[in-house]
């Protein structure tokens, strides 16, 4: 009931007040033991039923020197939402966050995304000792080169050079007589958070005859040696799109030798679309992974094909997507991939529409978070995030009792305590 001010709870409703902040602090004990086990790698590298992931790499691997110096100043945080969006697939974080890619550091993952209103290139930054807020960080590339024009850089990815260095490859379309084509450029920082500095006079990958380049993918095979995944942007001017690799100089900053093909759309379901390409490796096995079909559908999906090398032969063992559209996730796309801190494990993440809202002129692409498992005798891996999530709850059941009992236990010594001194006190 209501009570009067300065009037005093009966002892049902102290009782019934005393156990709800029992359960809140549980649950909120519960949401950072399985969130930290999550993200962290405080659990088994692999979900239930999968093999050892120890020998998987994903683009370039999480770095094994220390934290490096940032001056980032955050302008906002949002809610991360890890818990509910590995175990019912819903989006992590709200907002606009189209054509993802996550740069895992030792103190903090950062996350890149196509241009939106107010940034070429935003990024936020989430934290290892906090979890469940992402802090908004502004525009990692604030401004561009003379020969591009503002409000279409697409699809980032970021190299963790060696030494404190960071080399960003970004979709920007040409100017100056050459159709305003998109095509790839690369700017370098100091900072992960930017600002991401573009000195160049011309762009740095883009073959007009094939209607240009976008959705640039770095990747660090075994040998150190560097490659840039990209496609080719045919469907611009009714050509084929095909997805190249094409070896980088050992510092990032000019290609090495010519693009070679790896695959082209040749599907039905692809829809004369291939685009978006990742890479990551297991064993001997190269997997390449694309989106596919018309971006703003959902129809569009994400593909997979195994190849022998960074560089080919590359065959699609299936003739249907590899993951398309899910209940909160419409026409997935633009995956990524990534190691968290902690124990070994592959993580993805990627964009999708929310129900009813793709294509629509206030349709926004969010940013979702799965994980990699890979199974025996399957030839692809699968998505594990919801089997992870539920693992780790399990994993964590005995924390969290042993955290029950005490607060529980708590509870009862205090008002244990508080008996006592009120019959002193009457005494």
Known sequence: MRLLRGSAPSRDEGRVSGFTGVRRSVLFALSVLLGAGILLGQMNSTAVGAQDSTDVQPGQRLPTRGPVKTNSVP?????????????????????????PFALAEPDALYIYATNTVDANIPVIRIQKNKLFKAQYLGDALPKLPSWTVKGFQWAPSVWAAPGDKFVMYYTTPSSGGLGNKQCISRATSTDPAGPFVD????????????????????????????????KSDGNCCNLPTVIYSQPLAAD??????????LITASQPWEDNLVEGPSMIRKGATYYLFYSANQWDTTDYAIGAATCTSVTGPCTKPEEKPWMDSGTFSKGPGGQEFFESAGKPGVWMVHHGWLPNQAGTPGGQRRLYLDKLGFQQGQTLPTRTGK????????????????VIAALVGMFFLVRSLLRRRRKKSTT
């Open 75 to 99: 302008k906002a945080e949002r809610d991360v939402n890890l818990v509910d969006g590995l175990l019912r697939g819903v989006p992590i974080v709200e907002g606009d966050f189209a054509d």
């Open 199 to 230: 000195n160049s006079t011309e762009a740095f990958i883009c073959p007009l005859s094939e209607g240009g380049a976008i959705d640039a993918s770095i990747f660090v095979d075994t040998d150190n040696a560097l490659y840039l995944i990209w």
């Open 252 to 261: 990032g900053l000019s290609v090495a030798g010519p693009a070679v093909e």
């Open 387 to 402: 089997a992870a999530a539920a693992e780790a709850l399990v994993q964590d059941a005995l924390i969290v009792g042993v």
